[in-house]
């Protein structure tokens, strides 16, 4: 075990398999202690045909968490070795299996087996620390809720976002932040006059005017921008505008550690409001708004032509829920 315990609990994988293969090879032998002719991993289908009716493999597969080919394939094997046979249907549009004459000795056969084995685990049981059965069910449940992929990829975004430095925008990132906004922009719509204005000089329509630009920075590479506009409508302080990720980064949490930044900016200057404007087609970019907490809002006009939903978030609400 030496080589697992220098491994440690990343190579839970490849440890399971070796145990599996352990109890796996127990039970191969097990079964012949008992003269059953049966394989371990028939288990499950003989053990779903012998609590019931003869059933379809559709259904053989739902109830012992298998797939469809899978189950085919054993029932396959098994009914060459006379265990399993195809039952009459009434309606001829399902195919049923059931325990043949053989497999339906084996029923009442194995019981004594079923006993002891019963017993050996609970008694194994009692000398360990961990109830194995109570920990797996667990970890079913849990995988069940989120999977180890699902977990994985997590962490690996919360490693790469905590690489990530969200900075003030400067003279030098003026074209990053043009080519960024230009490429998303161009992937789905056409630049629009609104575009071109800020774009093509943030200074003079966005920072001279009150604005910020914050720029997310990669390497010392610029990876992301937004920037948050001054309004003058009354009810809002500023725009959340002109978010941009580049492609190579998607997928570090890049938008998101930008929005917090614009948000906590915006709080910091005494901000009550925040007004964005965007297009239903970008799913990624509403479900980030959303998380961010804005919602939906209608009625503002608008320069853009692709505009076809206006969000907004209240800068207390978003304080209470992040606590700034």
């Known amino acids: 075990m030496e080589f697992y315990n ?16 352990r109890i796996t090879d127990d039970a191969a032998q097990i079964y012949n202690l008992y003269n059953i002719e049966m394989q371990p991993k028939w288990f499950p289908v003989f053990y779903a045909l012998s609590e019931g009716n ?3 493999i559709t259904g053989i597969a739902h109830e012992i968490g298998h797939s469809h080919p899978s189950v085919s394939k054993i029932i396959s094997e098994m009914s060459k070795a006379g265990l399993v046979e195809k039952k009459d249907n009434s309606d001829g549009r399902r195919s049923m299996v059931g325990l043949s004459e053989k497999g339906l000795s084996y029923k009442e056969k194995i019981q004594d087996q079923y006993t002891d084995v019963e017993d050996a685990i609970k008694n194994l049981n009692t000398q360990a620390a961990n109830d194995l059965w109570k920990a797996i069910e667990e970890w079913e449940f849990m995988l069940g809720q989120k999977t180890l992929l699902r977990r994985v990829i997590e962490q690996k975004k919360k490693r790469e976002s905590s ?17 960024l906004n230009e490429q998303w922009i161009s992937s789905y719509f056409k630049m629009e006059e609104a575009d071109h ?12 005017k009150g604005g ?8 010392n590479e610029v990876v992301g921008v937004c920037a948050l506009i001054v309004m003058n409508d009354g009810e809002h302080d500023f725009e959340l505008a002109k978010m941009a990720v580049a492609p190579s980064a998607q997928g570090k949490s890049i938008g998101w550690l930008l929005g917090q930044a614009a948000l906590d900016k915006a709080a910091t200057l005494g901000a009550t409001k925040i007004y964005l404007e965007s297009n239903t087609i970008l799913k990624p970019a509403i479900n980030l708004y959303y998380k961010l907490g804005f919602q939906k809002i209608a009625g503002h006009p608008t320069p853009y032509e ?12 978003y304080q209470s829920k992040t606590g700034i």
């Not at 690489?163 to 080519?179: D, L, Y």
């Not at 910020?212 to 390497?219: E, F, G, M, Q, S």
């Open 54 to 56: 003869e059933k379809t």
């Open 212 to 219: 910020h630009i914050l720029v997310a920075l990669l390497n």
């Open 306 to 317: 692709r505009c076809n939903i206006q969000m907004a978030a209240d800068i207390n609400r």
């Open 197 to 208: 204005r800020s774009l093509d000089n943030p200074q003079e329509y966005i920072l001279d």
């Open 163 to 179: 690489a990530v430095r969200i900075t003030a925008f400067k003279p030098e990132h003026a074209s990053a932040f043009r080519k």
């Open 6 to 21: 220098a491994a440690g609990i990343k190579s839970i994988g490849s440890r399971l398999r070796m145990l599996t293969s």
